[in-house]
């Protein structure tokens, strides 16, 4: 097998898995399912992986990847931080809205989502929450780590949360829930209202 069949190979059967865990979950995925979406075979899914905890493992890496665009845009300091820290969590929820199984499983499931604490602590890092930390400081002048730190956590929980539930609330609930914009406009007028923008 040549290196860009093998690749090609491996990119589908990558992608066949992507695309079941945004629509099925983590825990509906078999070596099997993965094979027959992909077009491929059980034996090219355990050469290629070695296991279903390897696959999802690489498939939550690929995943992450995707939220570094999100926190590159709290790196332009010619925005203002709280317009920066909106963008950022608008952009960062519609990662989010593709694999909510994903946030579910690190928060349920924390650092045994990971082969390693040192796998954790890189995907901590990456994912840049100390950039989020940084842009809350500039906008709050908050100088103590365990507030700033207390803060980013309320306004996650406060973001994320009800755009994660949001499907489930309106299903039964008869008011219609405001679009994600202007749930973060009011909770930044709530949360920030001391401060001038």
Known sequence: MDLDKKKDTKEKIMYATLEM?????????????????????????????GSKENLVSESIKVILNSFQHTFAILDNSSVPARDRLKQFSLDYLQVIRQYPELLSRIIVMGSSSFSSQYEYGSFLKMMGFPKVQSTLKELTNEQQPERLMIMMLQIFGAIFLPALMSPI???????????IEK????????YFHQINH
Do not use: C, W
Not at 170 to 179: D, I, L, N, T
Not at 183 to 190: A, K, N, S, T, V
């Open 21 to 49: 865990i945004k629509k099925d979950g983590f825990e509906s995925i078999t070596i099997r399912k993965i094979a027959e979406h992909s077009g491929t075979n059980v034996s090219l899914v355990n050469y290629y992986f």
């Open 183 to 190: 749930q973060i406009d009011l909770l930044f007028e709530r």
């Open 169 to 179: 609330l309106e299903s039964g609930a008869s008011v219609e829930m405001a679009p």
